[in-house]
């Protein structure tokens, strides 16, 4: 398995018989995939650091892909003709809303409500467990007020609560500088309620040292699990 660092909060994960490409909008370049591989594209909601339009035309270049959209991104046959993209939408396009489950194929998709906008995806795959956690995190904010904070909080434990037990191989979680002193309590939560095998921090505006800090200080107990990302491109192999 390779995981390849995109940026922000784009990875993607090479296996024997699939690539699984999460929240790409266009920036960073991607690994050359196999075309004997089937390419699963997921986007977790329309924000423009975590989808554009424009992906959609991969595929152009890779005809065995499938494009799984989070709640908000229900692209009608007009809008993709707008913009160029002539892909056959019921055959390419599924849509996902929170709480829901898909087969498709050999995989089974799980999505989880977001604390801010679409879908977090939970993915089986190749006998391995995906989470990828789009923008369902823990955004308390100091300036937010007690009350506000304190419902997030809740609503953001609550919803990891509905996969404790899961064993999850790859996680990819938010660990944000933009949130100020609670940047790293949404990864502790998801550390000590599910935990995953390898846990990739995302959605850092590449402001990498945060790993560092995270590790040194809030982060001790899950140390050998965090990989240190320092640059987009990046490619980690297990």
């Not at 909601?45 to 499938?66: C, R, T």
């Not at 996902?96 to 989880?112: G, N």
């Not at 995302?202 to 590790?215: G, P, T, V």
Request: aromatic residues 14%.
């Amino acid at each position: 398995m390779v995981v390849t660092y995109i940026k922000h909060s784009c990875f993607c994960v090479e296996l024997d018989r699939h690539v699984l490409l999460f929240d790409y909008c266009l920036e960073g370049e991607l690994p050359a995939f196999s075309p004997e591989k089937k390419i699963l594209v997921f986007t977790s909601h329309k924000h423009s650091d975590h989808f554009n339009v424009g992906i959609l035309h991969l595929a152009e270049q890779y005809p065995d892909i499938h494009f799984f959209l989070g709640a908000g991104l229900r692209l009608n046959e007009k809008y993709l003709a707008r913009n160029g993209i002539s892909i056959d939408r019921d055959a390419y396009i599924t849509n996902l809303y929170k709480r829901q489950e898909c087969d498709y194929a050999d995989i089974h998709v799980r999505t989880l409500r977001s604390t801010d906008a679409g879908v977090a995806y939970l993915i089986d795959c190749e006998g391995y467990k995906f989470y990828h956690a789009g923008d369902l995190n823990c955004w308390c904010h100091p300036e937010d007020g007690q009350e506000f904070n304190d419902r997030m909080k809740r609503e953001y434990e609550e919803e990891i609560d509905t996969i404790r037990g899961e064993r999850i191989d790859l996680a990819f979680v938010p660990l944000d500088p933009h949130v100020g002193s609670t940047y790293w309590m949404g990864l502790s939560y998801f550390m000590q309620a599910v935990g995953a095998a390898h846990v990739f921090p995302m959605h850092m505006w590449e402001e990498y040292a945060y790993i560092d800090r995270y590790i040194a200080n809030e982060g001790q107990a899950y140390a050998d699990a965090v990989v240190k990302i320092t640059a987009p491109g990046q490619r980690f192999s297990f």
